[in-house]
């Protein structure tokens, strides 16, 4: 995924020094992680619990978290940015999500009937995403695949549209076109269905059509090809797994009025800007409310839940069972009990005031570091997530993400490391996220690495 951005053959080599060096000193930094790493490959497949673990140049194993704060098996202590995944929003054993979790343990941990708290989350939820009927699943991909299947059954219909760049979980009908490469991923006119993963059947494959971020007519095209054929289409508002990349002012009201009039729905997948693009996520940010939202990542706590959300129309068909909507541990106490503490006493007004002013603090820090440097760059924030893109100019769509040398940023993400934060890794594609527990000393560390690293790549 290379470009040839940087085009000086030197520039290409003192970067590639810089990654050697750094990887130097990341292994050097955790014996143990490679010992737990040797260990583990002969019980984990590839040594890790989910591939998206595997980092380069070796999987770093935790120990535990505290705080703003996580620390690795060989005693090293991290800023936590990277959030498992978006997921830290309350950052690490928040006395809240504690008690939540701890009171749960005593009173059972499993029912698969509902309890108290459910109903607490969905009136929360409708309350801040504007949909009024939820149900609960464990994962974002649960989340989207449920989503799917809804606006399948309720228009009856097969087809469905996702954009270019766009992830959405691992199950069949959203793994195409995630991260296309360049020669597969077709005229960008008409950007090809490119599987994301072996495994899925190109029958499903063909179900999934794929459109252009930012780009209404691309849609408007496919709608225009398959008449009476689009169940609806899935989207990321805010793009959130090729860096960052905001929708353009009239482009999500637009689309939403185009396949209403198709007789198609839209979901919004908020599994990553739930509550960390603002308190009602990108649907508040945006004004734009969808037929369906997932959520999942953040919503929890840290534990394991997920939410669908739907128009009064949309679930009166979960609600008489025209699509069957279940799960074993779909409303899990512990996972509710999680989840209502978290909308309740950790995602307040005040956590979202402190995240802003935190945020601001790392653009301009960064900003001014890109600025002093001449480093071709630019910074991309929104609510508590935050990534910096390595290409002079902001971005529209995945297209103008692909030509991103990602070596830019595993050699950030190495600074970074080395320096005591912790990004999360897969280069340019992930985001920081800034947690309620964050403070200024936290957000100075990260200025202070980039400005190592932007000094050491244009020196
Ligand atoms: C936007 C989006 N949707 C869905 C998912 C899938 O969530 P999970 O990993 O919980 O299945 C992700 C995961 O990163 C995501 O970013």
Redesign the pocket.
């Known amino acids: 995924m290379h470009s040839e951005q940087d085009g000086l053959p030197q520039a290409a080599d003192h970067l590639q020094d810089i990654i050697a060096e750094q990887e130097k000193i990341f292994v050097e930094r955790q014996p143990e992680s490679a010992r737990m790493a040797g260990r583990a490959r002969h019980s984990l497949a590839g040594g890790v619990t989910?591939s998206?673990q595997i980092t380069v140049p070796q999987a770093v194993w935790l120990s535990h978290g505290r705080g703003s704060k996580i620390y690795d098996v060989d005693g090293n202590e991290y800023v936590d940015l990277h959030g498992g995944?978006?997921?830290a929003l309350a950052g690490h054993a928040h006395p809240a999500i504690v008690e939540a979790v701890h009171s749960q343990v005593g009173l059972g941990t499993h029912f698969a009937q509902p309890t108290r708290s459910a109903v607490a989350v969905g009136e929360e939820l409708a309350s801040r995403f504007g949909l009024p009927l939820w149900r609960f699943a464990?994962?974002?991909?649960?989340?989207?695949m449920d989503a799917v299947h809804l606006m399948r059954s309720i228009t009856g219909r097969d087809l469905i549209i996702k954009v270019e760049g766009?992830?959405?979980?691992?199950h069949d009908s959203?793994q195409v076109s995630v991260t296309p490469e360049a020669d597969e991923a077709g005229p960008a006119s008409r950007p090809a269905q490119v599987p994301a993963s072996s495994g899925i059947p190109k029958a499903i494959i063909n179900l999934t059509l794929v459109a252009t971020f930012n780009d209404l007519a691309s849609v408007e095209r496919l709608l225009d090809e398959h008449p009476g054929q689009v169940a609806g289409m899935i989207i990321?508002p805010i793009m959130?797994?090729a860096g960052i990349i905001e929708p353009e002012p009239g482009y999500l009201p637009a689309l939403r009025d185009l396949l209403h009039s198709r007789g198609a729905l839209l979901t919004f997948?908020?599994?990553?800007?739930g509550l960390t693009a603002g308190p009602r996520g990108a649907t508040g940010l945006t004004g734009v409310t969808p037929d369906i939202i997932?959520l999942?990542?953040a919503i929890g706590g840290g534990v394991?839940i997920?939410a669908v959300g739907g128009a009064a129309e949309v679930m009166a068909h979960v609600a008489d069972n025209g699509y069957e909507m279940v799960g074993t541990f779909n409303g899990n106490p512990l996972a509710v009990a999680a989840c209502r503490a978290m909308l309740t006493e950790v995602a307040t007004h005040e956590a979202y005031q402190r995240i802003d002013a935190l945020r601001e603090r790392a653009v301009a820090g960064i900003e001014q570091e890109i600025t002093r440097t001449g480093l071709a760059a630019h910074v991309v924030a929104v609510g508590a997530k935050g990534c910096v893109v390595f290409a002079p100019e902001p971005v529209r769509d995945y297209r103008g993400f692909l030509g991103i040398d990602d070596r830019y940023s595993h050699a950030h993400w190495l600074f970074q490391h080395n320096g005591g934060v912790f990004l999360p890794p897969w280069g340019k594609i992930e985001q920081w996220l800034i947690s309620v527990q964050h403070d200024e000393p936290d957000i100075d560390l990260l200025v202070a690495n980039f400005a190592a690293f932007a000094t050491a790549v244009t020196g």
């Open positions: 989910s998206w995944y978006g997921a464990n994962s974002g991909t649960e989340a989207t766009c992830y959405h979980g691992h959203v990321e959130m797994n997948d908020e599994v990553k800007t997932t999942a990542k394991a997920a």
